[in-house]
């Protein structure tokens, strides 16, 4: 880590910064005909680079997320003096090794893109950013940005909710850039929930000018700009039996699943539900 | 005024006014019937003869006793607690309580009951729940039975031979409590063979003879008086009860509890204590004439945990002492009674005590768990969240991937050897796209600043002035006062409830156009997101105001077939 740094020069402008990167390859061979993996990284690059020269002390680090593994691909901090962004280049390929080695034989082909670990490098990025914490007071502020692109998991949903909670909790947004043709849920939730930008830039190739307008900035100077954001974010719920979004509905008290219409019982955890009070009409409340 | 039968005057009182009635003495000179109003006045009546006047007395009795009922329950009858509402001073107390604490419910109180729009019981009526709330709040705190036991080192006058007691009846309650003996041999003794204060003389004498320590002059004294025995011996309904105690242990919950801890049945060598004076060794017949402070305090220790079993005044110590019995015979009565419950502790023990090895396997007490799949849920989590930033066309579209992973993989690599070797594009970015981007960008934040506050979790209402705000809230918490009260007025039975409701009415339709000035006094960038707020607002006071005509003009309609209306 590197040497403590005296308060007169931590200014409240300085950021550590997390990117995630998502290196599924099935991801970026189908998306391949638009935009690169290689022209992605020339510009993220240069956008990591930018932000080590906006402030002495800012630090980057990278995690990559593949399909079966995640991990540490440039720390800035590493090593005496601190590093270009390009030196992250032999780690990656490295990693890119290792994740085609841990992936299973005969593997589906034409199965459409599988989703990768975000739960994962969310919670190496998350336990990195503790230990700056521990580290002192004089610190850097965290956020992590997010450049995802491969479809949302579903079974990776409580995992991801916990760390996003985990970051709300530790006050560290999350800003989500999301490069490929879906929008992702995941991300929207994760950047309301901790404050931070989502963006689902339109032309892919001027990514570098939305990295660099949008998500350069650090926090302190973030209240002072108005950032891009979604209209807003649906929370509706939707039923359990027709999957439709409603606003009224009924729950059941045992395992809180929604319905549209009263049942007898429920189709989740079998439980039998009462008879439903009629309401008096001359007490009825008309809102 | 003297009777005079050929006055034309005739006495007309009812029987409202008048309060009380007093009479002679039968017997005496004249028969009078003397009828107090409450104003003061009074009339006498002279009858010929007592029996006439006793029925006349007895009927003007009932009358009176009748019409105070009356005058009573003709309020209650209209079914409206109105304004002749006794309230007890903790009621009021509690209601005023409860409006310092809340600042908001104390303007809609200031605006409606004193405004006189609703009642004070109308609108406490539908709050019940929050007075029983604050009252509850308060801990009913019982005093349990002092620990400290009673002090047996007399108050010794230094110059005379006297030591004195002191009693009261808190100190004989403990007594009666830990001492079962005691509370039986002043069911006995009293009042039969001596009295209450030569009863607790003896018992003095008993305890000062104990705190000698004189086992001995204990022994020589017991053998002289029979009653002082009883206090000198050991305690038997004691010792019974400890050993029921003993035996009723769960030993599926206390496996440690035995026989060993009947405090009562140990010798008297407090166990572990060590004992520094005298282990003299008695004569045997002087052993049930020593007492143990250990035991002394167990059982001390056992009554005061247990607190209050009883809820007698302490006047009466007899009362207090046949309570007690009382109470120890029905936990007796009980506990002989309950066989059942024997046969099922020795049933739990036989279960718990089983070695599960040695089991034969059981099929599980326990339905499977069906949990669905969690892709079902979110799915659908998915489709909103898609449908809500307006993406329509790729929503549905499935990202095909017909390449194999190998190959995946191989490119990914070439991508990234590929700038490794080349370096970045020069220049990174096209110039003419990044122009595009950011016009785009500044358009966006821009069309977008009119909808929304700086941050998505921010609501309307924290951006409005903070005078605007408040008055909002004030009238949405009117409002809904008020239409709740409306509401429950109609389908109108009665007068009372057609005047609560034009009241109502009148009072909605004062707060209509304030609504209206305000959605106007708001700046013109807000004036449509206030304008969404106020909607809802307008729309019930609208949906209120159009039952209230409908319905006022049913009733003209009907009246109009019937000419003395309802």
Redesign the interface.
């Known amino acids: 880590m590197s040497p403590p740094v005296p308060s007169k020069i931590l200014t409240d402008d300085v950021s550590l910064l997390m990117v995630l990167i998502d ?1 599924n ?8 005909p638009h935009f ?4 992605f ?3 993220v ?2 956008f990591l680079n930018s932000i080590l020269l906006l402030n002495q002390l800012n630090q980057v680090v990278v995690l990559a997320t593949g399909i079966n593994s995640c991990g540490y691909v440039f720390d800035s901090s590493s090593g005496s003096v601190s590093q270009r962004a ?1 030196s992250l ?2 780690k ?2 490295e990693f ?2 290792n ?2 080695s841990l ?1 299973e034989r005969d ?7 599988g989703s990768s670990l975000l739960s994962g490098s969310l919670s190496m990025a998350l336990c990195y950013i503790q230990r700056v914490f521990r580290s002192g007071p004089l610190h850097p502020q965290p956020r992590i940005l997010c450049l995802h692109g491969s ?2 998991g ?2 990776q ?2 995992a991801i909710m916990n760390s996003i909670f985990s970051a709300q909790r530790s006050m560290v947004p999350i800003d989500s850039c999301v490069i ?6 995941f991300l ?2 994760a950047s ?1 929930i901790t ?1 931070g930008v989502y963006l ?4 892919l ?6 990295l660099a ?2 998500f350069a900035t650090d926090l302190h100077s973030r209240n002072f700009l ?9 929370f ?1 719920a ?1 039923c ?1 039996c027709h ?1 439709n ?1 409603i606003d009224m509905g009924f729950i059941c008290s045992v395992c809180l699943s929604i319905f549209c219409k009263h049942q007898k019982k429920c ?4 439980s039998t539900f009462g008879q439903a009070k009629t309401l008096d009409p ?6 | 005024m003297a009777n005079d039968p050929s006055s034309p005057v005739k006495l007309n009182v009812e029987f409202r006014t008048i309060k009380g009635h007093k009479f002679t003495k039968d017997g005496t000179k004249q028969a009078l019937l003397n009828l107090t109003q409450d104003q003061g006045g009074n009339y006498i009546f002279e009858f010929e003869n007592f029996p006439d006047r006793n029925v006349c007395k007895d009927f003007v009795a009932s009358a009176i006793a009748l019409s105070g009922e009356a005058g009573r329950t003709v309020p209650e009858k209209s079914a409206v607690p109105i304004q002749d509402e006794q309230l007890s001073a903790a009621e009021m107390e509690r209601r005023i309580k409860l409006l310092q604490e809340d600042s908001d419910l104390q303007k809609l109180h200031k605006q409606f009951v004193i405004g006189g729009i609703l009642s004070e019981a109308e609108f406490w009526a539908t709050r019940k729940k929050l007075l029983e709330q604050n009252y509850s709040r308060r801990p009913k705190q019982r005093v349990a039975l002092k620990n400290d036991m009673w002090s047996t080192k007399p108050l010794a006058d230094g110059q005379s031979n006297r030591v004195t007691f002191n009693l009261t009846p808190e100190i004989i309650l403990q007594i009666f409590a830990e001492k079962p003996a005691v509370r039986q041999a002043y069911l006995n003794f009293v009042p039969n063979k001596m009295t209450e204060k030569e009863f607790w003389t003896k018992y003095s004498r008993a305890e000062y003879l104990h705190s000698t320590k004189n086992v001995i002059a204990a022994a020589a004294e017991a053998a002289e008086d029979e009653e002082l025995a009883v206090f000198l011996k050991q305690d038997d309904m004691l010792v019974n009860e400890a050993r029921k105690k003993i035996r009723q242990v769960d030993p599926t919950l206390d496996m440690e509890a035995d026989e060993g801890d009947d405090y009562m049945h140990l010798p008297i060598q407090d166990h572990g204590l060590p004992r520094n004076d005298n282990k003299d060794v008695l004569d045997s017949q002087y052993e049930p004439y020593r007492r143990s402070f250990s035991q002394h305090l167990n059982q001390h220790a056992a009554v005061v945990l247990q607190g209050r079993v009883i809820d007698v005044e302490l006047g009466d110590t007899r009362s207090v002492a046949e309570a007690l019995a009382r109470t120890k015979h029905a936990e007796l009565a009980k506990d002989a009674s309950d066989v059942y419950l024997d046969k099922e502790r020795l049933e739990r023990i036989s279960r718990m005590t089983e070695i599960e090895d040695l089991q034969a396997p059981r099929d599980p007490a326990v339905a499977p768990l ?3 799949d ?18 329509t066309v ?2 549905a ?13 191989c ?3 070439e ?6 070797f080349q ?3 020069e220049p ?3 110039s003419e ?2 122009f ?3 016009n ?2 500044a358009q ?2 821009s069309s ?2 009119y ?2 506050g ?4 921010e609501s309307i209402l924290d951006s409005l002035p903070k005078i605007t705000r408040e008055e909002l809230l004030l009238h949405w918490s009117s409002i ?1 006062e008020l ?2 009260h409306f ?2 007025s ?2 109108i039975t009665t007068k009372y409830l057609l005047t609560k409701a034009t009241k109502l009415k009148d009072a909605m339709s004062q707060i209509y156009p304030k609504l209206q000035e305000i959605k106007e006094s708001v700046q013109s960038d807000l004036r449509h997101q206030v304008s969404l707020l106020v909607q ?1 607002m307008l729309q ?1 006071l609208d ?2 105001f159009a039952h209230y005509d409908a319905d006022v003009q049913n009733r003209s309609a009907r009246s109009g077939e019937r000419p003395n209306g309802f």
Request: charged share 20%; hydrophobic share 30%; with cysteine.
């Open positions: 290196t390859p099935h991801f970026w061979s189908s998306i391949k690169s993996f290689s022209k990284l020339s510009h690059l240069a390009e280049l032999p990656l390929e890119a090794e994740d085609e992936s593997d589906d082909s034409g199965n459409g893109v479809p949302d579903p079974g949903y409580v490929g043709i879906q929008h992702s849920a929207q939730q309301y404050g689902k830039p339109q032309q190739d001027g990514l570098f000018q939305y307008t949008v108005r950032l891009p954001k979604p209209v807003g974010v649906d509706r939707s359990f999957k979004t189709s989740t955890c079998g001359s007490a009825s409340q008309q809102r | 069906s949990i669905k969690p892709r079902d849920y979110f799915d659908s989590q998915q489709a909103n969240a898609f449908s809500t930033l307006g993406d790729s929503g579209k499935q990202l095909k991937c017909s390449v194999s992973t190998r190959e995946a993989y490119s990914l690599k991508c990234i050897s590929e700038i490794k370096g970045l594009t990174t970015i096209n796209v990044a595009k981007v950011l785009g960008l966006n934040i977008n600043k909808h929304l700086r941050n998505p979790n809904q239409l709740k509401w429950s109609y389908p809802p019930a949906a209120a």
